[in-house]
């Protein structure tokens, strides 16, 4: 390896690391940015912080996309309301949409795989939504909130839902596979866009 190239991969490297951090910094600002969801229970919120996961994972590949969404989730550490639980949760389920699809589109690159990975990424991630909040949100709102009340927060919109089970799988498990798809979808509409910028390329045929 000449010096020449290794010039470019060390400029490369610092790139990667510089957009890495740059999106991390746009996902905690989106997690402030929620709203309501009028199907849903006052304390479920939508936000778009998933995006520039998602965006990083395919711009530089599925690592810096969960790196992104640790990165994240620790600054959000500084202001958590849940000892962190809440963070942890919003980690494991954002690696699991992002990681997926991050894997498929570096291995066949293409809006096809994109969509695709995504997409699967999305189903992945309202299952494991359902586990998560079942053993780990939930069990620390009970502190906060009553079981039972958010119990009939849930059942003001369906009453046909008896138990908080019945309720992650009938209104979050949805909520955030639509959640998903909506970062997807706005991914698909930019992601040819900024793609040169993320990765560099216009900087690197100006050197």
């Known amino acids: 390896m000449n010096s020449t190239t290794r ?12 957009m890495t951090a740059m999106l991390s910094a746009i996902a905690f600002v989106l997690m402030f940015l929620e709203f309501s969801v009028p199907i849903m229970p006052p ?23 969960v790196a992104i969404c640790l990165i994240k989730n620790l600054l959000h550490l500084f202001m958590s309301t849940t000892g962190g639980v809440g963070e942890l949760s919003n980690f494991i389920l954002g690696a699991c949409f992002v990681f997926p699809a991050g894997m ?9 795989s994109a ?16 586990i998560s909040n079942y053993y780990i949100v939930y069990p620390v709102y009970y502190n906060f909130m009553d079981k039972d009340a958010i119990l009939t927060a849930y059942q003001a919109i369906f009453p046909g839902v008896e138990n908080i089970l019945q309720c992650l799988i009938v ?26 910028f993320l990765k560099g390329t216009n900087r690197a045929r100006k050197d």
């Open 115 to 130: 969509i695709l990975g995504a997409s699967l990424g999305s189903f992945l991630m309202a299952a494991v939504s359902v």
């Open 104 to 112: 498929i589109y570096r291995k066949w690159k293409g809006k096809k």
């Open 43 to 65: 304390f479920i919120k939508m936000d778009l912080s998933d995006l520039p996961e998602l965006i990083g994972a395919f711009a530089m590949g599925p690592v810096s996309g």
């Open 171 to 196: 209104f979050n498990a949805p909520f955030t596979l639509v959640k998903g798809l909506f970062s997807v979808v706005i991914t698909v509409l930019i992601y040819k866009h900024i793609s040169p």
């Open 7 to 18: 010039t470019t991969e060390k400029r490369i490297d610092v790139w990667k690391l510089t």
